[in-house]
């Protein structure tokens, strides 16, 4: 509002009296008062006013000063010091329909002002101030007084129309629009609404003006994570004179976090030893909630700390060696908004001995492998470091590349080729790294084969006598064990297949009780089995002689005796018929019981050593050994040959105490 200078009025030095006084005269506006300008002044409700009144004389010249409004010829306000009693002491005269109290004039004041408080809104109007003089032309002073209506307290809504309160606006997130409407009801003259951040001006456009409403809509677009406590603010404005009326909101924002990292995490680690690591975040707000995971999986085993602006995590675990190559995520999220978060993902480098497993060709089938077959085995390795070195063995012996036997090893293969049953067996596979060694699953592998003798590297002779039963018994080897046996004699004359109940079967034997009766009853027995996998290919022999007990030996000499040793040869009886075998006894000269003995299946011939060990030992015992030497075979054994001429140790007796001798044929 534009303020005029003020313009004094003159006219006539009268000596009319106002209220309070008792002089006559008119108060109303003259023609001269009609040309005295007039000073817009400008006062806020409820507020106080100062209407200036200049007056330029002292107050011994002042007659009365009276205040008028409007074209009213009654004054409203008179100040009277027309005698010496009122000049000492001035009387202040205000009508009660008008200010009453409110009113009050101040001659003193620089330049004298009528000072009205708590302003009305009907105290709005023109008003004219007359200085009557004792000497001087009146003065008159006009003012145009305007009473503002501030408005009332801004209303702040959304963008749905609902009113805010409090004065936290949000919690936003980055990105979103803020849109608030600033309502303002009343206010004469019409107040300004206008939007201010932080206490700089960005919209004072009204969006609509209806009666006494008038609406600000202000659109914040994109806030971002710096707009974060930022101050909207909503002001009415309709004079200078007042402080605006304005409401204020602090923008809250839920942010993301800005960091997060997982501190020194180790470039290694050993499986099934456990590890504490730490993951750090900042930026978020709220504080962010710090979760681990390995792969999908959430690992709980945490504990945190969250200070003023950042969260720490400890997360303890054991790696496992399936963990190798898995990821650890550290995630940092609000945790008042899903999907807020940032995360960081570390790759394990788990370390351990090989594990090794060992397992059959695919394409074998355990239960059906025989000799001949090929065969292979796979030793399938996992290990970090990788494997250095691989070993295979076969019931814990190693086994070698050896293309000559059809051994054959390739990476981490394992070739037997046309296996015999000799390859059956455990095998087991071995694998070496920087963190150590470990030996596969055993694996048995079955081989199944054709039956064969148990003795097959020899022809067995069976001594029997005419019309003596013995018992032939066929002993066989076979994987799976035979199912059936089959029996032929064959002398020099005849071969004759032997009826099946004259054998029995008992697993992989068969027993066959046979009584020569003559000559041509004496030959060769043959025996075979048969299996799921074949016949036998070479037949069990028995040899059937005829046989008796065999001779004594006899002429036993002693030769080469030294102190400790001596070596006895005897002459061989007849055999029987069949294989003998000598037999030395030294037997106690007391008891009758043999102490020791040698035998010797090729001759009659034996080595007696460690002589002077057995004397001290006879000695003590106060005892002798005498010598005896027969023979046996398959029927029973020989008479004794007893050495009468050779004797160890004395005939004083003592307690029998056993020693270690050695004594070789």
């Not at 400008?42 to 002292?58: F, H, M, N, R, W």
């Not at 001087?136 to 959304?158: A, C, G, H, K, Y």
């Not at 069976?462 to 089959?486: H, L, M, N, Y």
Request: with cysteine; proline share 5%; glycine share 6%.
């Amino acid at each position: 509002r534009l303020h005029s200078t003020s313009g004094v009025g003159m006219s006539g030095g009268g000596s009319s009296m106002g209220p309070g006084g008792g002089g006559s005269g008119s108060g109303g506006i003259s023609s001269k008062d009609s040309h005295v300008k007039t000073k817009d002044i400008d006062a806020v409700e409820g507020k106080s006013v100062s209407l200036p009144c200049p007056i330029t004389e002292p107050l011994d010249n002042v007659y009365m000063v009276l205040w008028f409004r409007d074209n009213a010829g009654i004054p409203l306000y008179s100040f009277d010091v027309r005698d010496k009693e009122s000049r000492e002491q001035p009387r202040h005269w205000s009508a009660p329909e008008v200010f009453g109290s409110r009113a009050k004039f101040h001659f003193d004041s620089q330049p004298a002002t009528l000072e009205i408080k708590d302003i009305k809104r009907h105290d709005q109007g023109i008003y004219r101030c007359r200085v009557d003089f004792r000497t001087s032309q009146t003065q008159s002073f006009r003012f145009n007084l305007s009473v503002i209506i501030l408005p009332e307290q801004p209303i702040i809504m959304d963008r749905w129309g609902r009113q805010l309160n409090g004065t936290q606006l949000g919690p936003k997130q980055e990105g979103d629009d803020i849109v608030i409407t600033c309502r303002v009801v009343g206010g004469r003259p019409q107040p300004q609404v206008r939007w201010l951040v932080n206490g700089l001006l960005v919209d004072n456009q009204n969006e609509h003006n209806s009666g006494d409403v008038i609406e600000n809509r202000l659109l914040w677009p994109s806030v971002q994570r710096n707009d974060l406590n930022s101050v909207f603010t909503c002001q009415a404005l309709n004079t200078q004179l007042d402080k605006p009326k304005e409401k204020s909101f602090i923008l809250d924002m839920h942010l993301k976090p800005l960091v997060v990292k997982i501190l020194e995490p180790p470039s290694s680690m050993i499986a099934d030893r456990r590890y504490e690591v730490s993951c750090e975040s900042s930026g978020s707000r709220p504080n962010a909630i710090i979760t681990w995971y390995k792969g999908k999986r959430q690992l709980r085993r945490t504990k945190d700390d969250i200070s003023k602006n950042s969260t720490r995590s400890e997360l303890s675990f054991v790696p496992t060696t399936d963990d190798d190559g898995k990821s650890i995520t550290c995630r940092a999220e609000n945790p008042n908004v899903n999907g807020l978060y940032l995360e960081t993902m570390w790759k394990l480098n788990v370390v351990y001995p090989p594990l090794v497993t060992l397992r059959l060709g695919s394409t074998l089938t355990p239960d059906d492998i025989k000799e001949g077959d090929d065969v292979y085995f796979e030793c399938h390795v996992q290990s970090n470091p990788q494997w250095r070195k691989l070993l295979w063995l076969h019931n814990g012996i190693h086994l070698e590349h050896n293309t000559s036997a059809r051994v054959i090893r390739s990476n981490q293969s394992l070739v037997l080729q046309k296996i015999t049953k000799h390859y059956a067996g455990n095998y087991a596979c071995s694998a070496i790294n920087d963190e150590g060694e470990t030996v596969s699953n055993q694996l048995p592998l079955r081989v199944k084969y054709t039956p064969m003798c148990k003795h097959a590297d020899r022809v067995i002779l069976i001594g029997a006598s005419k019309d003596e039963t013995v018992e032939v018994v066929c002993e066989i080897q076979a994987d799976p064990p035979p199912r059936t046996f089959r029996w032929k004699f064959n002398n020099s004359g005849e071969t004759l297949d032997v009826g099946s109940e004259r054998f029995s079967v008992n697993g992989s034997r068969s027993i066959l009780k046979y009584t020569p009766v003559t000559d041509q009853d004496y030959g060769t027995l043959s025996c075979w089995a048969s299996n799921e996998v074949g016949t036998q290919q070479h037949p069990c022999l028995f040899q059937v002689v005829l046989a008796a007990l065999p001779n004594a030996v006899s002429n036993c000499t002693v030769f080469n005796r030294t102190e400790l040793s001596v070596d006895i040869q005897c002459i061989p009886g007849y055999d029987g018929g069949l294989p003998q075998i000598f037999v030395l006894e030294m037997f106690s000269t007391r008891t009758g019981i043999t102490r020791f003995n040698l035998s010797n299946a090729e001759e009659a011939l034996f080595s007696l050593e460690n002589l002077d060990t057995l004397t001290s030992m006879m000695v003590q015992e106060n005892n002798s050994l005498r010598l005896r030497i027969y023979s046996y075979n398959q029927k029973g054994r020989s008479a004794a040959y007893l050495l009468t001429d050779f004797i160890i140790g004395s005939t004083a007796y003592k307690t029998d105490d056993d020693v270690t001798l050695t004594l070789s044929p």
